[in-house]
């Protein structure tokens, strides 16, 4: 089996990138390929660059209508079987194509949905910097369904997408001038379970003139996506994926907070106000007290920086205090840190169980392995296993109410 896969770059005025963006399309390992771009009424030299290439792509020219027009272009006159979009100013990894393919074949289901990690392109340095998911969301969960659009670690320019999925769900949406991209995978990502490859498989660049820096409606767009999700997410979704309303009212409202987002925020704490906590909560916290505290010996947080802080501050939500930080920084050994004494990794109790909150937990967690500590764990699995419980409805809601 050797589908073919269809690559389309849309462009308005892009001429300063496309040529890395097209170069990285007709580089693919994959060799079943047809690269489409689609020139959205440019006015500077676009049209010059994309006929430079000949017969090696296809290229196609309409009035300027917004990058969802020249996307439907591109559908409608594609050959593959499996769609890939790629902004003009974007570079895929030369065997991007190959490996999501051969994932896919894996799973026996032409339909199967693959991601993959990606890089960040910072301009004008040309600095490459690897994304990385941030602690907190659970790893079981990357691959739910809709699950990564709502928290920002999918990229849509990784995804590789069925071209059977615009007949079942339609096409880009037109009125949507940004954010379209995550449209279409809130619409067909639905509660299937997706294939994530944890690789960066395509670099997404950062400058002055892309849309999301320049486009004053983006986060409008942003904000009024989420709306529209929120208003038309079914029940199934949310129990396929969030496990219930209270879970996920909640994952999303400390989301919000982070992200400053004050009108979704209140529209969570709302929802969680009007909600009973799940029946077997207090059980459930139990339980996950019993995973991060056995049998309530002081639980110590390793990393008292932005991670651990969060961190503490999620543990509170579900009952669950700190006895003490441990930090590898001199400044902050023996300061108070939010009401908390900061100590030396020469002063932890190796009977007491550890959270590592760093990015990269690994070798503060060999090191404490071999001090023979045998309770540590890094702040995904913490987030794991709080992803089983419920947090205290009262602490949610001040919580979300920016109220602690």
């Known amino acids: 089996m050797n589908p073919k896969v269809t690559i389309v770059i849309p462009v308005y005025n892009g001429s300063n990138y496309m040529r890395e963006a097209i170069d990285s399309a007709l580089a693919q390992s994959y060799e079943n390929i047809e690269v489409i771009v689609v020139n959205d009424g440019s006015t500077d030299d676009t049209e010059e660059i994309a006929l430079s290439y000949g017969n090696r792509i296809r290229y196609f020219s309409k009035e300027n209508g917004g990058v969802s027009t020249a996307l439907n272009v591109g ?82 320019a990784s995804v590789l997408l069925n071209r ?36 960066p498989l395509m670099s997404y660049r950062f400058h002055e ?40 009212y909640f994952a999303i409202g400390k989301y919000y907070r982070d992200f400053g987002w004050e009108e979704l925020l209140a529209y969570t704490a709302q929802q969680i106000s009007q909600l009973e906590e799940p029946e077997n909560s207090a059980a459930k916290r139990a ?26 501050r999620e ?6 205090e700190i006895s003490a930080w441990c930090d590898s920084n ?35 967690k060999e090191m404490l392995a071999a001090q023979g500590f045998a309770r540590v764990m890094d702040y995904w699995e913490a987030a794991e296993v709080m992803w089983e419980a419920y947090p205290i409805k009262e602490r949610t809601l001040r919580f979300l109410q920016r109220d602690c």
């Open 75 to 156: 559908i409608a006159n594609m050959t593959g079987e499996y769609f890939q979009f790629l902004p003009h100013d974007d570079i895929m990894h030369p065997d991007k194509i190959k490996i999501q393919i051969e994932a896919i074949q894996k799973t026996g289901n032409e339909m199967t949905i693959t991601w993959s990690g990606w890089n960040e392109l910072w301009e004008p340095e040309h600095r490459v910097k690897p994304f990385e998911i941030p602690p907190g969301y659970p790893r079981s969960c990357w691959e739910r369904g809709i699950y990564p659009l709502f928290f920002g670690i999918l990229n849509v």
């Open 164 to 199: 059977k999925y615009f007949d079942i769900a339609g096409n880009f949406d037109p009125d949507l001038k940004t954010a379209q991209d995550y449209d279409i995978c809130f619409r067909t990502f639905g509660t299937q379970r997706t294939l994530y490859i944890d690789q």
């Open 209 to 248: 003139a892309q849309g999301t820096q320049t486009e004053k409606e983006f986060v409008k767009n942003c904000q009024d996506l989420i709306w529209k999700v929120l208003k038309n997410i079914t029940e199934d979704e949310i129990n396929a994926i969030f496990s219930s309303r209270y879970q996920f």
């Open 287 to 312: 339980e996950l007290a019993q995973k991060i505290c056995a049998e309530g010996r002081p639980l110590v947080l390793y990393g008292a920086g932005k991670n651990g802080r969060k961190l503490r």
């Open 315 to 320: 543990l509170w939500l579900y009952g669950i």
């Open 330 to 364: 001199p400044e902050k050994v023996g300061t108070i840190i939010d009401g908390v004494r900061c100590i030396g990794a020469g002063e932890l109790d190796p009977a007491s169980p550890v959270i590592v909150t760093m990015d990269h937990p690994e070798p503060v």
